[in-house]
T-cell receptor
Framework: DTGVSQDPRHKITKRGQNVTFRCDPI?????LYWYRQTLGQGPEFLTY????????KSRLLSDRFSAERPKGSFSTLEIQRTEQGDSAMYLC???????????FGQGTRLTVV | KQEVTQIPAALSVPEGENLVLNCSFT??????LQWFRQDPGKGLTSLLL?????REQTSGRLNASLDKSSGRSTLYIAASQPGDSATYLC??????????????FGQGTILTVHP
């Protein structure tokens, strides 16, 4: 058990480019969450997967954002046509079952210039 | 909609002090509550998960209490050390309606422990 892994740790991109982040949850965890955190704020929920099904999406997840979890293992979060307001830390978390402890990855820090 | 508030927003103390961090939440129908620490530029590290049926949960120098009826949780840190310096976040999960346990966070308490 190596914990939740996120890649890359840092990403700098020009405005208008597309970016994709990856999250590998703890292997036996079927519940996976994405959050976004801006400086000085707590994380905000983006979307939730149970196995391969995306069951919940926040209003924060505009149509430029898309997430997948093929085969119910790793997940990807893609942002199209990035804007400066997308600059944030993107965090992934996983848990084994309803009401159990959530474990977070180290996050991907996105900077849009 | 669940809202979480943490007091104080920042705390600076000398090493060795016993500390109290407060968390309040507006929806008391919670399943459990989790406390995290976050070091600058890093992800969140889970500290304690306290179930709604529990009053207290302990891990080493940390003790968390939960009072659902009043919408409060408290994290006690005994004999603080410089290595405890971090941002501390509390988060109850949301299982109401069509929610699947997403965590709601406040802004956290920034703790600095001086040697």
């Amino acid at each position: 058990d190596t914990g939740v892994s996120q890649d890359p740790r840092h990403k700098i991109t020009k405005r208008g480019q597309n970016v994709t982040f990856r999250c590998d949850p703890i292997s036996e965890h079927n519940r996976l969450y994405w959050y976004r955190q801006t400086l000085g704020q707590g994380p905000e929920f983006l979307t939730y997967f149970q196995n391969e099904a995306q069951l919940e999406k926040s209003r924060l997840l505009s149509d430029r954002f898309s997430a997948e979890r093929p085969k119910g293992s790793f997940s990807t979060l893609e942002i199209q046509r990035t804007e400066q307001g997308d600059s944030a830390m993107y965090l992934c978390a996983s848990s084994a079952a309803r009401g159990t402890e959530a474990f977070f990855g180290q996050g991907t820090r996105l900077t849009v210039v | 909609k669940q809202e979480v508030t943490q007091i104080p927003a920042a705390l600076s103390v000398p090493e060795g002090e016993n500390l109290v961090l407060n968390c309040s939440f507006t929806d008391s129908a919670i399943y459990n509550l989790q406390w995290f620490r976050q070091d600058p530029g890093k992800g969140l590290t889970s500290l304690l998960l306290i179930q709604s049926s529990q009053r207290e949960q302990t891990s080493g120098r940390l003790n968390a209490s939960l009072d659902k009826s009043s919408g409060r949780s408290t994290l006690y840190i005994a004999a603080s050390q410089p290595g405890d310096s971090a941002t501390y976040l509390c988060a109850p999960p949301d299982f109401g309606g069509t929610s699947y346990g997403k965590l709601t966070f406040g802004q956290g308490t920034i703790l600095t422990v001086h040697p």
